[in-house]
Protein backbone atom coordinates (compact mmCIF):
# COMPACT_ATOMS: atom_id res chain seq x y z
CA UNK A 1 0.00 0.00 0.00
CA UNK A 2 3.03 2.49 0.76
CA UNK A 3 4.22 1.63 -2.29
CA UNK A 4 0.87 2.10 -4.45
CA UNK A 5 0.38 5.33 -2.20
CA UNK A 6 4.20 7.12 -2.81
CA UNK A 7 5.19 6.12 -5.83
CA UNK A 8 4.77 7.07 -9.57
CA UNK A 9 2.59 5.24 -12.15
CA UNK A 10 4.99 2.18 -12.30
CA UNK A 11 4.10 1.79 -8.51
CA UNK A 12 0.82 2.31 -9.11
CA UNK A 13 -0.48 -1.25 -10.34
CA UNK A 14 -2.45 -4.47 -9.32
CA UNK A 15 -0.91 -6.32 -6.34
CA UNK A 16 -0.63 -9.96 -7.91
CA UNK A 17 -0.78 -12.06 -5.06
CA UNK A 18 -0.35 -16.30 -6.41
CA UNK A 19 -1.38 -19.28 -4.15
CA UNK A 20 -2.65 -22.55 -4.33
CA UNK A 21 -6.22 -22.92 -4.15
CA UNK A 22 -5.69 -26.52 -3.28
CA UNK A 23 -4.35 -25.85 0.45
CA UNK A 24 -6.61 -22.37 1.04
CA UNK A 25 -10.22 -22.66 2.12
CA UNK A 26 -12.64 -20.80 -0.12
CA UNK A 27 -12.88 -17.90 2.53
CA UNK A 28 -9.38 -16.92 1.45
CA UNK A 29 -11.04 -14.82 -1.62
CA UNK A 30 -13.23 -13.01 -0.04
CA UNK A 31 -11.00 -12.35 3.44
CA UNK A 32 -8.18 -10.99 1.07
CA UNK A 33 -10.66 -8.87 -1.14
CA UNK A 34 -12.12 -7.12 1.80
CA UNK A 35 -8.42 -7.16 3.25
CA UNK A 36 -7.58 -4.78 0.17
CA UNK A 37 -11.00 -3.07 0.27
CA UNK A 38 -10.13 -1.97 3.98
CA UNK A 39 -6.51 -0.68 3.20
CA UNK A 40 -7.84 1.00 0.27
CA UNK A 41 -10.43 3.00 2.30
CA UNK A 42 -7.88 3.59 5.53
CA UNK A 43 -4.73 3.85 3.97
CA UNK A 44 -5.49 5.54 -0.14
CA UNK A 45 -8.83 6.78 1.12
CA UNK A 46 -11.05 5.42 -1.49
CA UNK A 47 -12.35 2.29 -1.11
CA UNK A 48 -13.13 2.07 -5.05
CA UNK A 49 -9.49 1.19 -5.95
CA UNK A 50 -8.65 -2.53 -6.49
CA UNK A 51 -5.67 -2.93 -5.36
CA UNK A 52 -4.83 -6.29 -4.92
CA UNK A 53 -6.17 -9.46 -6.96
CA UNK A 54 -5.56 -13.54 -6.67
CA UNK A 55 -3.62 -15.38 -8.91
CA UNK A 56 -4.86 -19.21 -8.92
CA UNK A 57 -4.79 -22.03 -11.35
CA UNK A 58 -6.43 -25.30 -11.73
CA UNK A 59 -4.20 -26.29 -14.70
CA UNK A 60 -0.99 -24.96 -13.29
CA UNK A 61 0.03 -24.65 -10.03
CA UNK A 62 2.18 -21.79 -8.98
CA UNK A 63 3.27 -23.06 -6.09
CA UNK A 64 3.87 -27.11 -7.78
CA UNK A 65 6.12 -24.57 -10.35
CA UNK A 66 8.22 -24.13 -7.61
CA UNK A 67 8.48 -27.28 -5.63
CA UNK A 68 9.37 -28.55 -9.09
CA UNK A 69 10.73 -32.50 -8.45
CA UNK A 70 11.16 -31.73 -5.17
CA UNK A 71 7.76 -31.80 -3.90
CA UNK A 72 7.09 -34.59 -1.85
CA UNK A 73 4.47 -36.94 -3.01
CA UNK A 74 0.92 -37.06 -1.77
CA UNK A 75 0.58 -39.91 0.91
CA UNK A 76 -1.61 -42.69 -0.16
CA UNK A 77 -1.67 -44.78 3.29
CA UNK A 78 -4.63 -47.69 2.87
CA UNK A 79 -7.93 -47.05 4.12
CA UNK A 80 -9.24 -49.56 6.36
CA UNK A 81 -12.84 -50.44 7.70
CA UNK A 82 -14.32 -48.44 10.37
CA UNK A 83 -16.89 -51.03 12.03
CA UNK A 84 -20.50 -50.19 12.15
CA UNK A 85 -20.51 -50.40 15.90
CA UNK A 86 -18.51 -47.70 16.63
CA UNK A 87 -19.35 -45.80 12.71
CA UNK A 88 -23.78 -45.87 13.92
CA UNK A 89 -24.78 -45.68 10.16
CA UNK A 90 -23.86 -47.72 7.35
CA UNK A 91 -22.34 -46.30 4.16
CA UNK A 92 -25.44 -46.82 2.51
CA UNK A 93 -27.84 -44.96 4.89
CA UNK A 94 -25.70 -41.82 5.16
CA UNK A 95 -25.90 -41.40 1.68
CA UNK A 96 -29.64 -41.89 1.41
CA UNK A 97 -29.37 -38.81 4.16
CA UNK A 98 -27.35 -37.01 1.94
CA UNK A 99 -29.65 -37.63 -1.48
CA UNK A 100 -32.65 -36.54 0.65
CA UNK A 101 -31.30 -33.51 1.73
CA UNK A 102 -29.66 -33.13 -1.75
CA UNK A 103 -33.72 -33.35 -3.07
CA UNK A 104 -34.95 -30.86 0.09
CA UNK A 105 -32.27 -28.04 -1.51
CA UNK A 106 -32.66 -29.25 -5.20
CA UNK A 107 -28.84 -29.88 -5.73
CA UNK A 108 -28.10 -32.35 -8.51
CA UNK A 109 -24.59 -33.21 -6.60
CA UNK A 110 -23.20 -32.79 -3.18
CA UNK A 111 -19.64 -32.63 -2.75
CA UNK A 112 -17.09 -33.38 0.40
CA UNK A 113 -13.69 -31.52 0.06
CA UNK A 114 -13.17 -31.82 4.25
CA UNK A 115 -11.24 -35.38 5.13
CA UNK A 116 -13.23 -35.83 8.13
CA UNK A 117 -16.39 -35.46 5.96
CA UNK A 118 -15.24 -37.99 3.84
CA UNK A 119 -13.58 -40.93 6.36
CA UNK A 120 -17.41 -40.58 7.99
CA UNK A 121 -19.81 -40.66 5.27
CA UNK A 122 -17.74 -43.70 3.92
CA UNK A 123 -17.02 -45.16 7.49
CA UNK A 124 -13.17 -45.21 6.79
CA UNK A 125 -9.95 -44.67 8.63
CA UNK A 126 -6.56 -44.54 7.78
CA UNK A 127 -2.91 -44.08 9.89
CA UNK A 128 -0.34 -42.29 8.65
CA UNK A 129 -1.95 -39.64 6.11
CA UNK A 130 -2.33 -36.80 8.71
CA UNK A 131 -0.21 -37.11 11.75
CA UNK A 132 -2.85 -36.13 14.26
CA UNK A 133 -5.75 -37.80 13.05
CA UNK A 134 -7.12 -41.16 11.21
CA UNK A 135 -7.90 -39.29 7.94
CA UNK A 136 -7.05 -40.09 4.57
CA UNK A 137 -6.14 -37.94 1.93
CA UNK A 138 -9.48 -37.71 -0.39
CA UNK A 139 -12.53 -35.86 -1.71
CA UNK A 140 -15.72 -37.32 -2.73
CA UNK A 141 -19.06 -36.38 -4.44
CA UNK A 142 -22.60 -37.79 -4.70
CA UNK A 143 -25.04 -37.45 -7.41
CA UNK A 144 -28.38 -38.59 -8.03
CA UNK A 145 -27.25 -42.22 -9.35
CA UNK A 146 -23.32 -41.94 -8.21
CA UNK A 147 -21.44 -41.96 -5.82
CA UNK A 148 -17.67 -41.19 -6.26
CA UNK A 149 -14.58 -41.27 -3.96
CA UNK A 150 -11.56 -39.73 -5.46
CA UNK A 151 -8.26 -41.12 -4.03
CA UNK A 152 -5.10 -42.59 -4.65
CA UNK A 153 -6.01 -46.54 -6.21
CA UNK A 154 -3.35 -47.50 -3.70
CA UNK A 155 -5.50 -46.57 -0.47
CA UNK A 156 -8.44 -49.07 -1.51
CA UNK A 157 -6.24 -52.66 -2.60
CA UNK A 158 -7.54 -54.48 0.42
CA UNK A 159 -10.01 -57.17 -0.52
CA UNK A 160 -12.00 -55.65 2.23
CA UNK A 161 -11.84 -52.09 1.61
CA UNK A 162 -13.24 -53.18 -2.11
CA UNK A 163 -15.91 -55.24 -0.77
CA UNK A 164 -16.71 -52.39 1.99
CA UNK A 165 -16.51 -49.74 -1.04
CA UNK A 166 -18.31 -51.65 -3.72
CA UNK A 167 -21.27 -49.30 -4.38
CA UNK A 168 -18.31 -46.62 -4.44
CA UNK A 169 -16.88 -45.27 -7.40
CA UNK A 170 -13.08 -45.02 -7.49
CA UNK A 171 -11.50 -42.30 -9.26
CA UNK A 172 -8.81 -40.61 -9.31
CA UNK A 173 -7.69 -37.76 -6.89
CA UNK A 174 -6.97 -35.02 -9.27
CA UNK A 175 -10.45 -35.49 -11.37
CA UNK A 176 -12.49 -34.05 -8.60
CA UNK A 177 -12.13 -30.48 -10.19
CA UNK A 178 -12.62 -31.46 -13.96
CA UNK A 179 -15.73 -33.30 -12.39
CA UNK A 180 -17.55 -30.64 -10.87
CA UNK A 181 -17.47 -28.22 -13.65
CA UNK A 182 -18.63 -30.97 -15.91
CA UNK A 183 -21.38 -31.12 -13.79
CA UNK A 184 -21.97 -27.49 -13.33
CA UNK A 185 -21.47 -26.84 -16.86
CA UNK A 186 -25.01 -28.26 -17.33
CA UNK A 187 -28.43 -26.61 -17.88
CA UNK A 188 -30.16 -26.85 -14.44
CA UNK A 189 -27.79 -28.61 -12.43
CA UNK A 190 -27.23 -27.68 -8.73
CA UNK A 191 -23.99 -28.01 -6.55
CA UNK A 192 -24.20 -28.11 -3.23
CA UNK A 193 -20.95 -27.23 -1.29
CA UNK A 194 -20.23 -26.07 1.93
CA UNK A 195 -17.54 -23.52 1.38
CA UNK A 196 -16.47 -23.52 5.05
CA UNK A 197 -15.19 -26.70 4.75
CA UNK A 198 -13.57 -26.66 1.69
CA UNK A 199 -10.64 -25.10 -0.30
CA UNK A 200 -10.87 -22.82 -2.98
CA UNK A 201 -9.91 -25.01 -5.82
CA UNK A 202 -13.18 -26.48 -5.83
CA UNK A 203 -15.51 -23.18 -4.40
CA UNK A 204 -14.14 -20.71 -7.59
CA UNK A 205 -15.45 -23.52 -10.32
CA UNK A 206 -18.70 -23.23 -9.41
CA UNK A 207 -20.62 -21.06 -11.38
CA UNK A 208 -22.89 -18.73 -8.72
CA UNK A 209 -26.21 -20.17 -10.55
CA UNK A 210 -25.21 -23.32 -9.89
CA UNK A 211 -24.09 -23.11 -6.21
CA UNK A 212 -25.83 -24.54 -2.97
CA UNK A 213 -23.56 -23.18 -0.50
CA UNK A 214 -25.05 -24.43 2.47
CA UNK A 215 -23.46 -26.76 5.30
CA UNK A 216 -22.94 -30.15 4.78
CA UNK A 217 -21.31 -31.77 7.66
Known amino acids: ?11 KKVLKV ?3 PYVHPASFAKEFKEAMD ?13 IGEL ?16 RPAV ?13 GLSCADKVDKVRKEMKDKKATMAV ?8 YLFNVRCKGDVDTCPVGIAYAT ?23 LSEVTIKPYEDIVKDIQEHASQDG ?24 DKQNA
Do not use: M
Not at 75 to 87: I, S, T
Not at 112 to 119: E, K, N, T, W
Not at 145 to 161: A, G, H
Not at 189 to 212: G, M, Q, Y
Open 38 to 50: EAAKTELDDESLA
Open 1 to 11: VKQYKEGGDDA
Open 112 to 119: FGALDDVA
Open 75 to 87: PYNPFRVHPLEYA
Open 189 to 212: NKIWIDKSRSNLALATVIPEKALV
Open 142 to 164: ITDDQVNLYCDSRKVESPEIQEH
Open 18 to 20: GID
Open 55 to 70: VTSHDSNLIDEIWGDA
